[in-house]
């Protein structure tokens, strides 16, 4: 089967989306598929505009940016490349680029497959042009992906449920992890010596964006100082500056630990050693199905979050996990307290979790039948 998946970005840029396609794209290349990747050249570091990589052809098409991301447009279609697909399968409807490319695909006679995300998800966007304008964009983007969408998925529940608004009937396909991810030998003590990090301490694992809700997360430890709390790690993509400054004038600074973009290894062992993974975020728009929620079940680990996007329709209260109103500090520093005085309810929620969780394995052969399905 030849199948072309799109978005528009890819390795090397680093993110929870990215991360899904590169993890469809080489996993269904492994099974012996033709795939190619259709993106733009925007974050490859001068990486050629075609090349293969671990059995995926990529094609880094030319594009145009009007300032964010989804706001790609592509200047040319690889065109033979979608004329000769099996599925044509798109990421995100709020990108301009994939639904302009599933469009072409469409009229090629094409099978397109689009993941729906983040779905009516800017209403709570802190900016005020975003949050009157973006909702309009939205939804008329929406409206063109369903229009031209053989197949519609949901990454969410989040976003199944709210596709039924706009009489579309989703089949939930969340995303997964690697199994050796979850498989992988216990490694808290091996990440501890590393980096001298020897108090307990939770741990936040994302970019460091303001959306992600970490000057909260900074704002949190002010109270859990007072409590003599655990410290915070922090890991992840981005300008730690700010941040770092935020930490400073609150005094929490020997409590803090950036230590910036790290690989899987350190990943692992940094929840490995945590008390907990917190999510802090504020926003609808970028909690759709968060990563961080199932490398922290992976690994047995309980996850304390804010009710934003897609979270509440994973994490249940006390049941496997601990769930806190968004943008409220001294709420998510009780949270953290609470997990951090009692460790067999920490244990139970992070056990609990684990049933929640699918590998890519499992995802990919779901996918391979609604691929295959007339």
Do not use: C
Request: hydrophobic share 40%; proline share 5%.
């Amino acid at each position: 089967m030849k199948l072309v998946y799109i978005h528009h970005h890819y390795w090397p840029v680093v993110g929870g989306l990215e991360n899904v396609v590169k993890a469809l794209a080489e996993g269904t290349a492994q099974l012996g598929h033709e795939v190619h990747v259709i993106t733009s050249p925007y974050g490859a570091q001068g990486r050629p505009r075609e090349e293969e990589l671990n059995g995926v052809h990529i094609h880094r098409v030319k594009s145009i940016r009007l300032m964010y991301p989804d706001l790609t447009y592509l200047v040319e279609y690889p065109t033979t490349v979608l004329k000769n697909a099996d599925v044509v399968h798109g990421h995100s409807q709020n990108s301009l680029f994939t639904v302009k490319t599933i469009e072409r695909a469409r009229r090629l006679g094409v099978k397109t497959v689009m993941h729906f995300m983040a779905v009516d998800a800017l209403d709570d966007h802190p900016n005020m042009l975003i949050r009157w304008l973006g909702p309009h964009y939205a939804r008329n983007l929406l409206r063109k992906a369903v229009a031209v969408t053989d197949v519609p998925l949901a990454r969410s529940l989040r976003d199944q449920e709210l596709l039924r608004k706009y009489g579309v009937e989703a089949k939930y396909v969340p995303d997964g992890i690697h199994s050796w991810f979850i498989a992988h030998r216990y490694s808290g003590d091996n990440f501890r010596e590393k980096h001298g990090i020897y108090n307990d301490y939770v741990l936040y694992v994302g970019r460091l964006h303001p959306l992600k809700g970490i000057a909260v997360l900074i704002h949190a430890m002010a109270y859990i100082k007072e409590e003599r709390g655990p410290d915070l790690v922090v890991i992840g993509p981005g300008d730690k500056a700010p941040y770092v400054s935020l930490a400073k004038r609150l005094g929490v600074d020997g409590k803090v630990h950036f230590l910036g973009f790290v690989d899987e290894e350190t990943k692992i062992g940094a929840i490995d050693a945590a008390t907990a993974v917190v999510i802090p975020s504020i926003n609808n728009y970028v909690e759709v199905y968060p990563m961080a929620i199932t490398e922290a079940w992976a690994r047995g680990k309980p996850v304390i979050a804010a009710k934003v996007g897609g979270i509440p329709y994973r994490v249940r209260h006390m049941e496997n996990g601990v769930l806190v109103p968004p943008r409220d500090p001294k709420a998510l520093a009780e949270a953290i307290m609470l997990l951090a005085n009692d460790k067999e309810l920490a244990k139970k929620l992070g056990t609990e979790g684990r049933r929640d969780i699918h590998t890519w394995e499992e995802i990919i052969e779901a996918l391979m039948h609604i691929y295959a399905e007339k």
